[in-house]
């Protein structure tokens, strides 16, 4: 499909771990990108991998890449209440001849952190 | 530096009305791209300015429409509203430049409802 894929929603308590899962479109995009959207809020940059790279840490956020699958997953460590939001993924494949990108975003998944 | 801003915040119109949005991007940023957000689709994207050009378009009808001033903010339009155009409508301001990384940064949306 032309589509950015991801699950729509996911459930779990406050301690555990999260893994959001995406599934891209376009190998050509040089950067990939995770959006947290709060209640009442817009989107905001959350972490991005670049795509020479499999695996990047920031504190308690983990993305893993794989680029044969067009696979991109972001983990959460030690998951809070207020990690509660929904997450994006966004592809960037670069406009030809043009030397900037286009950001694809999913349709997010709902990330809900029980107490 | 002063965020993205949107107004207005909330809108109600009827159909068959025609309203604009407005968007001020970050200062020093060009480029404004407009994005449509459902439940049932999510993020949609509907054109990019760069500028006071259009330089990316989604797949919308032509009632919706855009525009950029020369101080970077934008306008956008939707004529003969209909039902389903309720939406979240967000703003995302960039550099803009000839660059592969593309961070967007969101202003908070002006939700629309149409009666």
């Known amino acids: 499909g032309e589509d950015v894929e991801q699950s729509l929603f996911l459930s779990v308590r406050e301690g555990d771990s999260s893994v959001i899962n995406c599934t891209y479109t376009?190998?050509?995009?040089?950067?990939l990108y995770w959006y947290k959207q709060e209640p009442g809020a817009g989107l905001q940059l959350l972490t991005y991998i670049f795509s020479n790279m499999d695996m990047k840490q920031d504190q308690r956020l983990t993305v893993l890449l794989n680029k044969k699958d067009k696979h991109l997953s972001l983990r959460i460590a030690d998951t809070q209440t207020g990690d509660s939001a929904i997450y994006f993924c966004?592809?960037?494949?670069?406009?030809?001849?043009?030397?900037?990108?286009?950001?694809?975003f999913g349709k997010g998944t709902m990330l809900l952190v029980s107490p | 530096k002063a965020g993205v801003t949107q107004t207005p915040r909330y809108l109600i119109k009827t159909r068959g009305q025609q309203v604009t949005l407005s968007c001020s991007p970050i200062s020093g940023h060009r480029s404004v791209s407009w994005y449509q957000q459902t439940p049932g689709q999510g993020l949609q994207f509907l054109f990019e300015y760069f500028s006071e050009t259009q330089r990316n378009k989604g797949n919308f009808p032509g009632r919706f429409s855009g525009r950029q001033f020369s101080n970077s903010r934008s306008e956008m339009n939707v004529s003969t509203l209909e039902l389903g155009d309720s939406a979240l409508y967000l703003c995302?301001?960039?550099?803009?430049?000839?660059?592969?990384?593309?961070?967007?940064?969101f202003g908070p949306g002006t939700r629309l409802t149409v009666l």
């Open positions: 376009d190998s050509s995009s040089t950067y």
């Open positions: 966004a592809e960037s494949p670069p406009r030809l001849g043009s030397g900037y990108s286009t950001l694809t």
């Open positions: 995302a301001s960039s550099p803009g430049q000839a660059s592969l990384y593309n961070e967007q940064f």
